[in-house]
């Protein structure tokens, strides 16, 4: 099971709490649906995000965790819509970074284990894998198992979940039946149909996200015009997996 269907799941349900009632003041009378849109509205308002950052971005930008983040959503895309143009913006940042880690191949920290998730997905996706792609990041992890007896302490923070645990394992959660489907199913899709409703701009623009920080009061005030790769990368995550769970 991919890692993913548990941390994306996850942050739709937590965002569906929070977004519902936002949703709702913004539209008068209207309550977010209980049931998920079809595939391909979900696909549709998946590829409008991507399509506008990418616009937005001829520079694929850096390979620390947040950038890491957009591109994890943005291959999850791919898988599902097999559109090339997605694979190659992809391949072109990590071919710029030549499959690399932020801080090198000595790092400990989760941050900067965050691009071997997409490496990983790279790696995956070739017919005829190369295993260059993902020296860097099975070098790194194995650096820590190794000296795991020493030292265990490094992914001592909570986001470490999805910077650094991911490539040692990937879970499942709803697809797996691991979550009850017909009581969290209706919560997903509330909290997708509030996000659309509330902070997807009509040209795929995705506002209402938090940039970096370490605490709620940071990159504060968060408005509709508020944007970062990381929230791009989990709203893809997250709808991937809300087209796989099939709506109608």
Not at 160 to 183: K, Y
Request: hydrophobic share 45%.
């Amino acid at each position: 099971m991919e890692r993913r269907q548990f941390l994306t799941t996850g942050a739709a349900l937590a965002a569906g709490t929070a977004l519902s009632a936002r949703s709702a003041a913004a539209t008068p009378g209207r309550r977010p649906a209980g049931r998920l849109p079809a595939r391909a509205d979900i696909v549709a308002v998946l590829r409008r995000v991507a399509d506008h950052w990418i616009g937005a971005h001829a520079d694929p930008g850096d390979n620390q965790w947040a950038r890491a983040t957009f591109f994890s959503g943005l291959l999850a895309l791919h898988r599902l819509t097999r559109e090339p143009r997605y694979l190659a913006y992809a391949r072109g940042w990590a071919e710029r970074h030549a499959y690399g880690l932020h801080n090198g191949v000595t790092t400990r920290h989760a941050d900067d284990h965050c691009a071997g998730q997409a490496y990983l997905d790279l790696y995956a996706l070739d017919a005829a894998p190369d295993q260059a792609k993902i020296a860097a990041i099975e070098d790194s992890l194995h650096r820590m198992a190794d000296t795991a007896a020493e030292r265990h302490d490094d992914w001592w923070w909570d986001d470490a979940l999805h910077m650094a645990m991911p490539p040692f394992a990937r879970l499942g959660a709803l697809r797996a039946g691991l979550v009850p489907r017909d009581r969290y199913r209706p919560v997903a899709a509330r909290a997708w149909h509030a996000m659309v409703h509330t902070a997807v701009h009509p040209d795929g623009f995705l506002g209402l996200v938090q940039n970096v920080g370490d605490r709620p009061e940071s990159s504060q005030p968060v408005t509709h015009d508020s944007t970062a790769d990381f929230g791009v990368g989990a709203f893809l995550l997250a709808g991937t997996e809300l087209a796989a769970l099939g709506g109608g």
